[in-house]
Nanobody, 124 residues
Framework: VQLQASGGGLVQAGGSLRLSCSASGRTFSSYIMGWFRQAPGKERESVAG????????YYTDSVKGRFTISRDNAKNTMYLQMNSLKPEDTAVYYCAASSRSWSNVGVPMTYDYWGQGTQVTVSS
């Protein structure tokens, strides 16, 4: 599976962005999908995850109520709608695909494939 993240950019605090992650191949629906982010000098952290058919979602506490993850298996695409953005959301955002169980949705090392990342910068 090849993943391509897009949609990042520069936005003022309180603004919104929508990230997309396009996947190649016919097996997109067989993967749990996740969004991760990494700020300078910090470790990569889980942001959100979505189950194979989209019936279950996971969010890290800091983005609950502001971010929404979704997927369209017919289009081999995953999305992250980010509202009420804060300067602390500034990071490179990565999408990833996992063949593991849902219990590992927030664990970066359990993901099999990664996109190249897209920069999100939130100014104060």
């Amino acid at each position: 599976v090849q993943l391509q993240a897009s949609g990042g950019g520069l936005v003022q605090a309180g603004g919104s962005l929508r990230l997309s992650c396009s996947a190649s191949g016919r097996t997109f629906s067989s993967y749990i999908m996740g969004w991760f982010r990494q700020a300078p000098g910090k470790e990569r952290e889980s942001v959100a995850g979505i189950s194979r058919m989209g019936g279950s979602t996971y969010y890290t506490d800091s983005v609950k109520g502001r971010f929404t993850i979704s997927r369209d298996n017919a289009k081999n695409t995953m999305y992250l709608q980010m509202n009420s953005l804060k300067p602390e959301d500034t990071a490179v955002y990565y999408c990833a695909a996992s063949s593991r169980s849902w219990s590992n949705v927030g664990v970066p090392m359990t993901y099999d494939y990664w996109g190249q990342g897209t920069q999100v910068t939130v100014s104060s």
